[in-house]
């Protein structure tokens, strides 16, 4: 619970109740208040439990600290991407962009996510509510580590008995027979993103275990022909790179209480030039399909990683339309 006083120089002051919080909310040396300072071209002042703002965006400065402090009082950590998540989101609902009330929460044992735009947020809820979701766009946008995060949540609960992550071993540039040692070994390397989302949520052991008895399998693309995968969270990444056969036949591998996602970036499409992209294609085939199966679109807002990764899908993306005249 905060409070706001007003006064006649444009500038308000905004109390919390729980001092505890207070220093997380400032952050060590008040970084977050710095950066909030940074990005929204105001003042704020700290003392006690009382933060004074001044300066161009008031407004939003109060709505960023009101939504920071609420993060900590339900248990989130908050840091420079928390802020940054807050004033990106915070200015998208001033400007009248919200259509989510409450932000959806995955939970793990080891971790609790939300969702850092809205459109992540709107992801959540079609993975929570879809059989068949897609999750396409740029890197950094999180259409991958979500839907694993969210197979995790799931696996926990006893909602599903197995966790299979796959991609297409299609080379962007390199040659995978060049590579050394086995098939494993060879594939491994492309399969290393979907290791990394899992070890940010499962501890290692745990995940070592889950990978020896099979409860969690990591394969590329050709090992799904014919399977039917019931009782499972079914991913695949980088899909752009399969072929209109190979998206049938993965497609078609979904059984009984699975759930399937389908993630990919249209724009980064590594497969010989004459050989269409089966993610373009099922996307106009699904898009028929209303129910249970759900198409997100992400573009350069929804980029969570360093501001730096927003600038340069921007740029490439002004690059690109600019070729394309």
Do not use: C, W
Not at 106 to 116: A, E, L
Not at 235 to 252: G, P, R, V, W, Y
Request: glycine share 6%; hydrophobic share 40%.
């Amino acid at each position: 619970m905060t409070r706001a006083h007003g006064s006649n120089d444009n500038s308000i002051i905004v109390s919390f109740n729980k001092e505890e919080l207070i220093p997380d909310l400032f952050g060590l040396f008040d970084k977050n208040l710095h950066r909030i300072e940074f990005l929204l071209n105001v003042n704020l002042h700290g003392r006690g439990k009382n933060i004074s703002i001044s300066g161009k965006d008031v407004a939003l400065a109060k709505d960023v600290l009101n939504d920071l402090y609420n993060q900590l009082n339900k248990g989130f950590d908050i840091g420079y991407e928390e802020v940054d998540a807050s004033v990106r989101m915070n200015s998208e609902k001033n400007n009248g962009l919200n259509k989510q009330e409450e932000a959806p929460i995955i939970r793990t044992r080891k971790k609790t996510i939300r969702g850092r735009t809205h459109r992540q947020n709107e992801y959540i809820h079609a993975l929570n509510s879809s059989e068949l979701t897609f999750g396409v766009g740029p890197a950094g946008t999180g259409k991958t580590f979500l839907p694993v995060v969210h197979a995790v949540e799931l696996l926990e609960k006893e909602e599903v008995s197995k966790i299979i992550l796959s991609r297409p071993a299609v080379e962007a540039g390199e040659k995978l027979g060049f590579l050394p040692g086995d098939l494993k070994e060879k594939v491994d390397p492309y399969l290393r993103p979907l290791y990394d989302a899992l070890e940010d949520v499962l501890a290692y052991k745990k995940l070592e275990k889950y990978m020896e008895i099979g409860v969690i399998e990591i394969a590329p693309l050709a090992f799904m022909r014919g399977r039917t995968l019931s009782n499972a969270y079914i991913i695949l990444d980088e899909a752009q790179n399969t072929s209109k056969m190979q998206m049938k036949m993965f497609l078609t591998r979904l059984g009984f209480n699975s759930r399937m996602v389908i993630t990919g970036d249209i724009t980064q499409i590594d497969l010989p030039d004459n050989t269409s992209s089966g993610l373009s294609e099922a996307l106009k085939v699904t898009n028929v399909i209303k129910d249970k199966v759900s198409h997100i679109y992400f573009d350069a807002k929804d980029v969570v990683r360093h501001p730096l990764v927003q600038k340069i899908v921007n740029a490439y993306e002004r690059s690109k339309n600019t070729f394309d005249r």
